[in-house]
């Protein structure tokens, strides 16, 4: 695998976005680390934690080289305010939604190879006056593009969701014919493009409790779901389904499936946090740039104290190296 150049941006600076990234320096990388944020910031939270940080500017006219440990390199965007762990600051929630936007045009110019965020906080942006529903919508609109999936992986799991961030009285009304074939044909392109695999075997959810007993507990499964899945499948597209949630998340089911479809977060979600929390990565598909995250929040009481677990960004790092190399092999 050649080297990448791996950008991260640091997330809200109150949280524990700057210490993880001060976590996974320790051991160093076969890519570059490229940290988007400020600089001092980091070095004083360094500090507080004790632990041993060079911060080495990025020059973006050297070639990609893997990152020794101890260093992190620095893409500078300074803070609005001081920042103290565990504080919120408005003030600040404009220098957030700034490292997101350097990082993906970053990307988009092809500097970088992919981007990786930490958490941020979506309420203060809000008290700042700034609507935000989060990363994966702002960088939809940012990137242009036409539809975009949130996909969770951990070993041995990957979950899509048909829909994600709605009231669950909301859900049956929003699964229509169209929406699930945009679901569907974003999550079966970019899984031969990024996870090399030319014909992915999906396994899909139904919407209601035993995928609708023939009607009898809904009929979503017969009106929306299953047509879809039939129009696919008449062109090679392995979709097995619908299925029931219940079951579906077994090993019988799972052992020869490259990824789930759920139709809500909270179908899909519980069973891939229960089996990889702190190890699992969210994957914004469908955009036309490389984005990882953690799969955790904030955590404003664990900031600056060096007890947070850096397991989820370094499975994050990991997948995005991953994917930008199947890209490479792709194109």
Same mark, same amino acid.
């Given at each position: 695998m050649s080297v990448c150049r791996l950008a991260i941006t640091a997330g809200e600076p109150a949280g524990i976005g700057p210490d993880l990234c001060i976590m996974i320096a320790q051991q160093g990388s076969d890519h570059q680390l490229i940290v988007i944020g400020d600089p001092d910031m980091l070095q004083a939270r360094a500090q507080q934690l004790k632990l041993p940080l060079a911060i080495r500017l990025f020059d973006a006219e050297s070639s990609p080289q893997p990152t020794p440990a101890g260093v992190l390199y620095c893409d500078p965007i300074a803070l609005a305010a001081p920042c103290t762990p565990g504080q919120l600051n408005t003030a600040n929630a404009e220098y957030v939604l700034q490292t997101l936007r350097h990082a993906a045009q970053g990307c988009q110019t092809h500097l970088f190879?992919?981007?990786?965020?930490?958490?941020?906080?979506?309420?203060?942006?809000?008290?700042?006056?700034?609507?935000?529903?989060?990363?994966?919508?702002?960088?939809?609109?940012?990137?242009?593009?036409?539809?975009?999936?949130?996909?969770?992986? &951990?070993?041995?799991?990957?979950?899509? /969701? *048909?829909?994600?961030?709605?009231? @669950?009285?909301?859900?049956? =009304?929003a699964i229509t014919p169209e929406l699930l074939t945009d679901i569907i044909n974003v999550l079966v392109s970019d899984l031969k493009t990024y996870f090399g695999l030319p014909n992915p075997r999906v396994l899909v959810c139904g919407l209601n409790p035993h995928a609708g007993e023939s009607g009898h507990l809904g009929d979503e499964e017969i009106r929306v779901i299953t047509p879809?899945?039939?129009?696919?499948?008449?062109?090679?597209?392995?979709?097995?389904?619908?299925?029931?949630?219940? &079951?579906?998340?077994?090993?019988?089911? /799972? *052992?020869?499936?490259?990824?789930? @479809?759920?139709?809500?977060? =909270?179908?899909?979600?519980?069973v891939l946090k229960y089996k990889g929390f702190g190890k699992a990565v969210n994957i914004t598909l469908g955009l036309p740039i490389i984005r990882t995250s953690v799969d955790h929040g904030t955590a404003l009481d664990l900031a600056g104290k060096g007890t947070a677990d850096p397991g989820s960004l370094f499975t994050a790092l990991h997948y995005a190296a991953l994917m930008a190399s199947s890209r490479r092999l792709d194109d």
């Open positions: 190879d992919a981007m990786i965020t930490a958490p941020v906080h979506k309420a203060v942006i809000n008290e700042a006056g700034i609507p935000f529903s989060g990363h994966t919508e702002f960088l939809e609109a940012l990137t242009g593009a036409s539809k975009v999936v949130m996909m969770l992986a &951990t070993e041995d799991l990957r979950v899509a /969701l *048909a829909t994600t961030h709605l009231p @669950l009285k909301d859900v049956a =009304d879809v899945l039939d129009t696919f499948r008449a062109k090679g597209i392995q979709l097995i389904g619908p299925l029931p949630a219940d &079951t579906l998340f077994t090993h019988h089911h /799972l *052992a020869e499936a490259d990824a789930v @479809l759920a139709m809500y977060h =909270d179908q899909g979600l519980p």
